[in-house]
């Protein structure tokens, strides 16, 4: 049986086993109290240990546009609470790499007991010629497109927050400061560029291969387009209504400079939006048996808004 068929009878049976949309709103023991309309109250609504697991879900017509789904297993006097959508995005110099990269990180947020739904995402990769930044992003529009269709059925509130790695955290940036800044409700970006017009960025990210990354994600070199750098940047689409974003980085990164974070955390804060600068001293670019420490601090992080 298919993935997606298997979702699809699982949706069924919630159906058909929980309250009614209507008997969800009336019914007393799952009305938000006040402190539960912040992020905080939402991600500790309900305590999560157990999650069914759905891999490689579509969300549009390319072979990269698919998604793994941890969807919480409730008790059935639960099965209509409804959850945090957690939107993980993976590394590999935009280029690279899939979801899998994520998979410890989606262990050790499993084990949090938060009161989320994880989406552990792909993209296209970029390939200099037909896929670019551009297209990257109309995947996430894809993608949300896809995730917002459902709500009901999987029991999704309106909270969402997107969390990135290295080149996935300039993306979950990007996407949110120019696209989603009404609807992210917070950004976590690990060892993420934030300014791909900076030669420490531009000059030196290379795959194994000699490949520059930058260039394969904007299409051409840095001195043929300036400008496409600069506008696929997120450090230049701060604003006041900037989502609150959790910034982390490696004091011994020698691939993306801790400036890189610390420049953003200058300009969200001086439009006094909501952030934190965490840099881990000892950490390489790769935050090698840093996994639950990141997740802590961005727990930590989460739990503040």
């Known amino acids: 049986m298919s993935t997606m068929k298997q979702l699809s009878i699982y949706l069924l049976f919630l159906s058909l086993s929980g309250l009614s949309c209507q008997s969800f709103e009336l019914a007393e023991p799952f009305k938000f109290s006040s402190k539960a ?55 590999g110099g935009w280029a690279l790499l899939d979801k899998s990269f994520l998979n410890p990180y989606v262990e050790s947020f499993k084990k949090q007991g938060l009161n989320v739904t994880i989406f552990n995402i792909n993209h296209r990769l970029a390939d200099r010629n037909e896929i670019n930044f551009p297209e990257i992003m109309d995947d996430f529009r894809t993608f949300f497109a896809h995730h917002d269709s459902l709500r009901d059925s999987l029991h999704l509130n309106n909270k969402k927050v997107l969390w990135g790695y290295s080149s996935g955290g300039h993306l979950a940036l990007s996407y949110a400061y120019m696209y989603g800044y009404k609807n992210i409700d917070a950004t976590v970006a690990i060892v993420a560029p934030t300014d791909l017009s900076d030669p420490k960025i531009h000059e030196h990210i290379y795959d194994d291969k000699g490949r520059n990354l930058c260039t394969y994600l904007i299409g051409q070199s840095f001195e043929e387009a300036p400008h496409e750098f600069r506008m696929a940047s997120p450090i230049n689409y701060v604003t006041k209504d900037t989502p609150p974003t959790l910034l982390i980085y490696g004091g011994s990164d020698f691939l993306v400079d801790q400036s890189q974070g610390q420049r953003l955390h200058e300009k969200l804060t001086k439009v006094k939006v909501h952030n934190h600068f965490e840099l881990v001293p000892d950490a390489t670019h790769d935050m090698d048996g840093k996994t639950h420490e990141l997740i802590a601090q961005s727990v930590e992080f989460l739990n503040g808004l």
């Open 37 to 91: 309309e912040t992020l905080a109250g939402h991600l500790h609504a309900d305590t999560v240990s157990h999650y069914s697991t759905f891999y490689n879900l579509k969300y549009g017509k390319e072979p990269n546009q698919v998604y793994d789904l941890y969807l919480p297993a409730r008790q059935d006097n639960r099965k209509d609470m409804q959850s945090v959508s957690l939107i993980l995005v993976h590394g």
